[in-house]
């Protein structure tokens, strides 16, 4: 029988039988624990004669630092006696305190650890997560530094103020509509998550401001134009809208920092494509960002998420709605819905005619695709209506009507395009998603394929058809036949690139060293402090 005991000068004995061995006397380790959810990466397990050793440590995480080593007999944590305590004690002791944790622990020689002893299982609710946070802090700090800098020394000497002539407090409403959609509508759509509504709302606030940085330099510099401007800024909102988009296919599972440098890269690829190939080499119609920005947001953000692989099935259930989460992901639906028609309609406040197309359009389209979805929601679910294709798809029609607004293709058109689309979403939804899951491993989890991508494509393709029919259009770039060519050939320009940067963004990006597999995903207690 082998048996410890500290002594009361702080030594430890072990009796083993008749023999008595004695160490040296315990050490006391210190760790600085920012706030309660933070993780210190550490793991106990019971001994046979009713003490508590270490069994797990996190390599850098802040334990490991503290000098604490797996094996080592804990005697106190913060002046609390460990004796007759379990490990699940202990476990808790350490997640409840904040500020300085002080570990006094017994070191035991290496021929003692191998020893065979029985382990007590602890509940899953006691299990210890890498402490990402802490670790990721410093390089996601010093991206958003850098990202910072630049853009004030960039913006300081060569940007200025665009013409006041060029003013309207028209473009300001329309920039404040579309940050209504970006910061409130995406934000709170993106809310069904049950433990990730501060990741959701949050990280949309981040993200959305320092792509709209990015997009201000790389377009300002790829048009020659370095004006702050509200067409300028509201050129950034449509670059922050496609991240956001991406941002729906990744969110709960790509880290901050893993999503900071996506929103870069993702601004110079989104600018490339919009400025160099749709509007430049291709010169599309795309008024409403159709093919620029659900198309190129979609598929770029399915691209990344393709390479995170499988979704581990111990966070799956984290994966889930409730029913408040799902009702505050409505309140998105319908802020997003309720002003749409100002993004789709932004760039055509000094043209009435077109201004007007633009508006009547986008709401025939989502009156359109809102009653399909409940239609075919209902059908497909035996009468009941399914919360997720009533939060994404009623606003399908938005998405496919963007290319085409400007035409004068009559409300019955554009009530037709939005009912096709919301038939589409909720399709893509019912069987496309699951698929995708099962058979590739792409797990999209806010859907955004089914809402932006397959919507996207069908109004490209429409487009193809409906600049034919309106070819007398007078911003149109070419004759009837080629304006046709000129769409599909944007459409299939924009799915390559976006596919293929979204794949090279993946992996450069979301599967680094920062990436730990045993983080639980879709979980604000990971990333946001006094989380319950």
């Known amino acids: 029988l082998l ?26 380790h210190k760790i600085v624990k920012p706030s309660k959810k933070t993780i210190v990466g550490i793991a106990f397990k019971n001994e046979e004669d009713g003490g508590i050793s270490v069994a797990k440590i996190r390599d850098n995480g802040l334990a490991a630092r503290s ?30 305190s904040h500020g300085d944790v002080i570990i006094t622990a017994m070191s035991v020689e290496e021929i003692f650890s191998e020893m065979e002893v029985e382990e007590d299982v602890t509940e899953k609710g006691n299990k ?71 990741g959701a709302v949050g990280f949309t606030m981040l993200l959305t401001v320092l792509n709209m940085e990015c997009n201000l330099l790389m377009e300002g510099y790829f048009t020659n134009n370095f004006t702050i401007s509200m067409d300028s800024i509201i050129n950034a909102e449509f670059s922050a809208a496609a991240l956001l988009i991406s941002f729906g296919a990744l969110i709960g599972r790509a880290s901050p920092l893993m999503m900071v440098m996506i929103s870069i890269v993702e601004a110079l690829f989104y600018a490339i494509n919009k400025v160099y190939i749709v509007f430049g080499h291709i010169n599309a119609e795309d008024v409403g960002g159709t093919i620029t920005i659900h198309m190129f947001g979609a598929y770029f953000g399915l691209a990344c998420a393709s390479t995170l692989g499988p979704l581990k099935k111990e966070f799956a259930s984290n994966n ?25 309609g932004a760039t055509e406040t000094g043209v009435p005619a077109n201004e007007m197309h633009c508006l009547n359009n986008t709401i025939m389209a989502l009156i359109g695709s809102t009653g399909a979805t ?30 085409t607004a400007r035409l004068a293709m009559g409300p019955g058109m554009a009530f037709l395009v939005g009912s096709l689309a919301g038939l589409v979403s909720v399709l893509g939804y019912f069987y496309s998603s699951p698929f995708l899951e099962a058979k590739y491993n792409i797990f999209d989890t806010c859907g955004v394929g089914n809402l932006h991508g397959y919507p996207s494509v069908l109004g490209g393709l429409l487009s193809i058809l409906l600049v034919y029919l309106n070819s007398d259009a007078e911003f149109l770039n070419y004759a009837v036949g080629s304006q046709s060519l000129m769409q599909l050939s944007a459409v299939v320009a924009t799915l390559a690139v976006s596919i293929v940067t979204g794949l090279v963004s993946g992996l450069m ?24």
Do not use: C
């Not at 004796?83 to 350490?94: H, Q, R, T, V």
């Not at 929601?377 to 399908?396: I, P, R």
């Open 374 to 403: 409940f239609l075919l929601s209902q059908y497909l679910n035996e009468g009941k209506f399914d919360a997720v294709h009533v939060q994404n798809s009623t606003l399908a029609g938005g998405v496919a009507i963007g290319a």
């Open 509 to 532: 990006f979301l599967r680094s060293g920062n990436y730990f597999d045993d983080v639980p995903d879709y979980d604000d207690a990971v990333w946001w402090t006094d989380v319950e």
């Open 67 to 96: 000098g604490i080593r797996v094996g080592d007999r804990v005697q106190e944590i913060n002046g609390v006696s460990m004796e007759n305590k379990s490990s699940s004690d202990a476990a808790n002791l350490i997640r409840e």
């Open 320 to 344: 889930s709605a409730s029913r408040v989460s799902d009702v505050f992901s409505l309140i998105g639906t319908t802020l997003l819905w309720v002003y749409w028609p100002s993004f789709v």
């Open 128 to 198: 210890w997560f890498p402490d990402e946070a802490a670790l990721s802090s410093f390089p996601l700090g010093f991206v958003i530094v850098v990202l910072q800098v630049v853009a004030a020394y960039v913006i300081f000497t060569y940007f200025d103020y665009g013409s006041v002539g060029d003013f309207t407090t028209q473009q300001y409403i329309i920039y404040r509509d579309i940050m209504v959609m970006l910061l409130l509508g995406f934000g709170y759509l993106m809310t069904f998550l049950e433990k990730y509504g501060l």
């Open 3 to 28: 048996r410890y005991q500290v002594q009361e000068d702080n030594t430890l004995q072990i009796t083993m039988s008749d023999t008595v061995l004695s160490f040296g006397s315990a050490s006391s």
